[in-house]
């Protein structure tokens, strides 16, 4: 046995030392003290020394380690003065040693012979390189190599090597040293045994693996987790038939099964032990679970269409009124049918005649209601054992940030997305009652004055309800409507008031009879506008005129019994597709009479426009796009330099084209411009005209126009 393990050792160490890449273990390079340059980590050098009678030079090389008095006999033996260092592998660890080299010098005197030589038992025994060299002599750094490439041989106590010289013609020639190396290793001792942890004999000492390693494992036959290749049983057996819990608040009667899977009865294999589900959000599984259906029976409450019809029981609440249920199976192909709490069956799906998924979606549901999902095997015959359930509730929208007032039905609101394809929004009148509702597709965002009934001053309960596009398992479309259970509240502002702007009244105009005055704001949803001219100067009745459309521009001479030189007092209101608005501020305008629109020129002799007519109008409006209809001309009758002209009801950046027409219909001027809407354009003519009629032709990028006649006088 002892021959075999030295055997074992011997390989392994061999083996060790040959698969070792070599490199210094110690290496001296010029120190004239003797200070190696650089020793291997796991190992210990000793400076140079000299030894048998070898002592220093009075003047010595300025670099490498001189010596001298070497003795003049041409014979070797191992007493020779020398040269000495040792080499020591650290605790634990043996060197391993390849080769020898020195760098060597003498002088002319100096030892004329040299030999190579270690010792592994403390200098009792020396082994030398066998023959002698003769190296030339040189001057100071001039060095001959001596190289010893011995038989590779480990240890694991200290190393002496020594660098002997003799036959030297004088006891006073220098022998001279640099470079000198030891080529090899310093490895950790080898230690026989099992390295691997996981074996029942590991040996965290050992460093070399013997191939000694036994496994452990369960050595029962009868286990179903019998491990043949198992050196030592650990205890891990696992008999197959034995009770055990599976950790299952929902199965009962728990055993080992051949698989060593641990298994019981489902407890939810009926009605009574439904197990509650908790439903995840749309087209995430946060709460999916797995069922094995190993010992499913059939019920006789699940009515959906099976061969077999093995079925586990489910319950949830609903937390919307639509449902989603993904089930996913490798094993059987699964049907999910749906009941409410009376046992009425709603749904059923199996549209995949296989195994794989099925995708079940229903709307209707009462929310806070219990429902019961009952999945089951539609046929044995193709497999059982485990499914994958994921309930998952479809989700309901609101009214997002509402707030306690808003200002104006014409802005956007929006509802919250939830992924919906088209949104219902229901709006009940808190007054009346009354219910409307509107429907986007794609998006939440709505205007109010967009829907039937809206109004002014008013708050609507307002629910969100969306309507989902859902795929079942076959990739057919299905929707979903979920009806919201959050109400908002929309109270909105009453209505801006109107009053006519700063420049038609009075003093400000003067206003003809031909000319045209403006309501502001403008105020959205409105229909109509309504106004009120009561004559200040005479006595009479107030006359009441409706606009027509919905236009805040009214041209003077559209009203009957409005009088050239009358001053009245004004006021206008919007009018609703519901009721009339509230009237706004009353102010005064007068009514310019035709012979105070000439005065006589002096200097000429000559009537000319009064300068009240020379003033250009202004404006900062904001128009409605329905209310583009009309143009209207200042000042006119015109002097024939520049006219004015104001369009209403332009949409943003609209471009305008203004051409100016004689009697004959001949152009006498024209202007292209990119305006805003109610912005004043102005032709500015380069020739003055002449005395006549004239017509300004308005046309639009889309082909609307709007002609215009105006009067030149001098």
Known sequence: ?????????????????????????????????????????????????????????????????????????????????????????????????????????????????????????????????????????GSCGAMTTLPWNMADFSSTSIVLFRIYGFSAPSVNGQHQLKNVLVIGTATLIPVLGCTDPAACNYDPLANVNDGSCVYPGCTDPLACNYNASASCDDGSCIISGAPCDDGEAFTTGDF?????????YPVNDEKAGAMPLIQSYLYTCNFAIASNFTFATTSPDAYSTVITGEDLWYSFVAATSAVRVEISSSSFNGVVELQNASGTMLDQEN???ATGLEYLNKDGLVQGDTYYVIIRNYDSSIGDQWIDICPQYVPDSRIANPQPLYNSPCNSLKADWVGAWQY????????????????????????????????????????VNPTFQLYDAAGNLETAFVLSDEITALTFAPHPLMQIRVQDRCPAGPNFIGSSIAGEPFVCMSVDYQWEFTRTDIPAAPIYHLRGYSNRFLQLNTVPGLVQGGVYDVRVRPVFAYAYGDWGAVHCISIVPVSSMMVENEDEGQNTLSPQLQTVWSADENFDKDEFSTASLYPNPNRGNEVYINLTGMMASDIISLECFDETGRPVGHLQSEVMSDEDLVIHFSNELAIGFYTICAKDIYGKTVNEKFVVMR
């Not at 090389?61 to 033996?77: E, I, L, M």
């Not at 080992?256 to 019981?264: V, W």
């Not at 709505?446 to 609507?460: C, L, R």
């Open 1 to 137: 046995m002892k021959t075999k393990l030295y055997s074992a050792f011997t390989a392994i160490s061999i083996l060790l030392f040959t698969a070792t890449c070599f490199s210094q273990i110690y290496n001296y390079t010029d120190d004239i003290t003797g200070v190696p340059a650089a020793v291997d980590p796991n190992a210990t050098g000793s400076n140079l020394a000299r030894v048998n009678g070898a002592t220093t030079v009075g003047l010595p090389c300025t670099d490498g380690f001189s010596s001298q008095n070497f003795s003049s006999t041409a014979t070797y033996v191992s007493s020779l003065a020398a040269i000495q260092f040792s080499v020591t592998a650290n605790a634990g660890y043996q060197l391993n040693i390849q080769s020898f080299s020195v760098g060597n010098r003498r002088s002319s005197s100096g030892p004329s012979l040299n030999r190579l030589a270690y010792s592994t038992d403390g200098g009792v025994n020396w082994i030398d390189n066998g023959s002698n060299y003769n190296p030339p002599t």
């Open 256 to 264: 080992i099964q051949p698989d060593c899977n641990c298994l019981g």
């Open 351 to 353: 549209v995949i005649a």
């Open 424 to 463: 219902q929004f229901v709006f009940t009148n808190q007054t009346t009652a009354a219910v409307t509702s509107l429907t986007t597709t794609n998006t939440t965002f709505f205007k109010p004055s967009n829907v039937p009934g809206m109004q002014w001053d008013e708050t609507f309960d307002t629910e």
